[in-house]
């Protein structure tokens, strides 16, 4: 096992990212025309670094499965993005954010890139703002803000429930500016397939063109991946459908270690499964616990409606449990403690899987017209779903598969151990530990994106600029394409009897039952079984029909469902390996009396890197010490 | 319930399309429109027939992937309501339920129900921007802006670009999703330097993509999942007339 090294700068923690800039290596913008950047993926990390990587002069190919750079799933992001700006004289400050990233997170991520991310969160808005981004504003003109989960401050801003639509639509008009000055040239359309590594060094990348099937070679000098998460291993979550893990597999396969590959956020909020079709679940955002408070009939299988429940007969289990934070406690916590009531038989509903969240309260108290202006579409979103009114019944909700905090691991420069790949955004696993506060995904992926990747990248590259582009007909891009198409072939092959689609559902329901909410060794040792049986079938039974050299959503599909086959086996060798609980990594093994989550930090303080050894061979584990210098390690409570 | 479906198949954009009819049992009043495809395409792939091509990503009306033409309207029945939340209940028990791609001269389709809205993003690069690098932002308070300007321009700025707009139009035009993007900019003091070149850009760039002329008939705003108001065709408008008098930039 050796250890890693995250190249920290060194000196004070309110100095290090001054000093990196002060010190790293710069290309001049002569030599910037000379250097190709490839960005896979535009969402709110993509679209920002490849924008800011175009303005500096770079020549930027940008790349995404989607017809559009519009459409990638950060655009459903609904709450707010969170800035230290002191807007509301509360007492915020970059050190207080920081903190709350930090315990928030259970104290799983690294000091120093947590306090890069809180000291850009204002430049964000500014940007944003400057871009058009209509972020809600006071009557005086002032940005408005408002509280998440987890914190005592006010720091989110927000446009509506639209956030993250505002906000990728910021980048996405900055990527469309350098679009039309020719700095960034559009590849929609195209699915990544692998990376391309020569001497050691990322070059480039093999993509399949997804309206024509032709297999495609692209080189550069640098590639960033912002290519999201993979909370669609569940197959039901809160991403978009086709939301996927394949990126980072590819990466993971040519030697980039995955980081914490098992910390994957279950939010609590969503809109219960209705029926065995359904393909998604539908995101309540967190911003609603400002207003709505959560509950459940205090009687045991209580099957009344919730109006004729009277106020003495209701338990409100987070104001009753933890009453410093109430119903604004981190997402991991409101996710057990729903759980918790439910498996124990006062869940409400069809299907005893859901509680309350009622707004009644704060519609009597600020005024039907007030709480519609604060979460009006949110509102509708739930009624055209459930076909149920909220402001006149309580909202059920249940927790989903939502965020991955793992991903690539990356040192302080967002780079890769693959020299020239980086990784951004929630593609990477640095910024939120084992857990994220809500609002702080739109802020670390936009941090990466304009603030960040242009920074490290440039480090990077200050020493390529000599070399040439490779050639597109090396050795390594000719074995790549020819790896990549044979993968293909062989799913065409199969002409099995069952879907993609159906072997993803049965991965989910694994992973859900064995690796969701709670964990233990039995039920994960299990799931190792189970998903092996689960590979063997999908690789003798699949069916896809059509071929390769036309569009095929089921081809893209089973490719798709192959990688999350192989990322839900590390998935779970990760949560084995971590016999504690922490965030939203909940081992049953490691709990107080009380029932919260217990850390154990002498054995499990570090960052679990996993390193490919081969298909289906262990992967092997680094560790990345966490040393904690500027806050003190406490037990987590919100009491 | 069980229902009649009547889809449109092409195989690609130079061949020529026609409708195939499919016969559904068993489909629930709760699933949602894009589960009943799903549902269907399942039932296809393993009778060994081709399923059916559509998009379709967040599922929660916010992405603007989905873009099905159901019984004569873009995204089908209810209003400010994406195909992706149109649910079964929608329709009634042994109906014909007819799906289309967008039809539209700017959008070519490229199999079955997809079509190539890349003239969206080309529309966007012409001038659906403020021209600001990253680095030269000042604080965001310095600007005031109102709140009934921030909620106006939150409300064009809500345009998801999926083109129902253009979908809905009798001559195809792109006037709507020029128009919400024009106003918010031109609403926000920030995008106010640049307002006029961009309402005389975009509006040339529409012409030459081919979209069709805006001639008022609103089917557009009746369409538009988003709920975006032809008032900002008329704000479109006043910005056009104002930038076409005023001194060449």
Redesign the interface.
Known sequence: MSKLDAKIPEGPLAEKWAKYKATQKLVSPNNRKKLDIIVVGTGIAGSPAAASLAEMGYNVKVFCFQDSARRAHSVAAQGGINASRNNKNDGDSVYRLFYDMIKGGDYRAREANVYRAAQVSSNIIDQLTAQGVPFAREYGGTLANRTFGGVQVSRTNYAQGQTGQQVLLGGYSALKRQVSLGKATMFPRQQMLDIVVIDGKARGIITRNLITGEIERHAAHAVVLATGGYGTIYYLSTLAVQSNGSAAMAAFRKGAFFGNPSFIQIHPTCIPVLNEYQSKLTLMSESLRNDGRIWVPKAEGDKRKASEIPDEERDYFLERRYPAFGNLVPRDVASRAAKERCDNGFGVGKTGLAVFLDFRDAVAKQGKKVIKGKYGNLFDMYEKITGEVPYETPMMIYPAGHYTMGGLWVDYNLQTTIPGLFAIGEANFSEHGANRLGASALMQGAGDGYFIAPYTVSNYLADEISNKVPSTDSPEFVEAENEAKAVLDKFLSIKGTQTATSFHKRLGQIMWTHSGMQRNEEGLKKALVEIADLKKEFWSDLIIPGTANEINQELEKASRVADFIDLATLIVNDALNRKESCGAHFREESRTEGGEAMRIDDEYSFVAAWEYQGADKEPKLHKEDLKFENVEVKVRSYK | MKIKLNIWKQ??GKTKGKFEKYELDGV?A???F??ML??LN?KL??E????V?Y???????????CSLYINGHPHGP?K??ATC?V?M?SFKDGETITVEPWRAKSFPV??DL?T???A??KL???G??????????????A?????ID??K??DA??C??CGACVAACKNSSATLFVAAKVS??AL?P??KIEAKRRALNMVAKMDELGFGSCTNTGACEAECPKGIGIDFIAKLNREYLCASFSEAE
């Open positions: 195989e690609n629930d709760e699933m949602s894009l589960e799903d549902y399942e792939i393993t060994g027939k081709e399923p091509a998009e379709h990503d967040c599922h929660e009306a916010i992405c603007g992937c209810g400010e309501t939340q649910h209940r490229l199999k997809m190539d809205r890349n969206f993003d966007m690069s012409a659906g921007f403020v021209s600001i690098d990253a680095g030269q932002a000042p604080d965001a308070n600007n005031l802006v109102g709140k921030a909620d321009a939150f700025a809500a998801i670009g918010q900019l926000l920030q995008g």
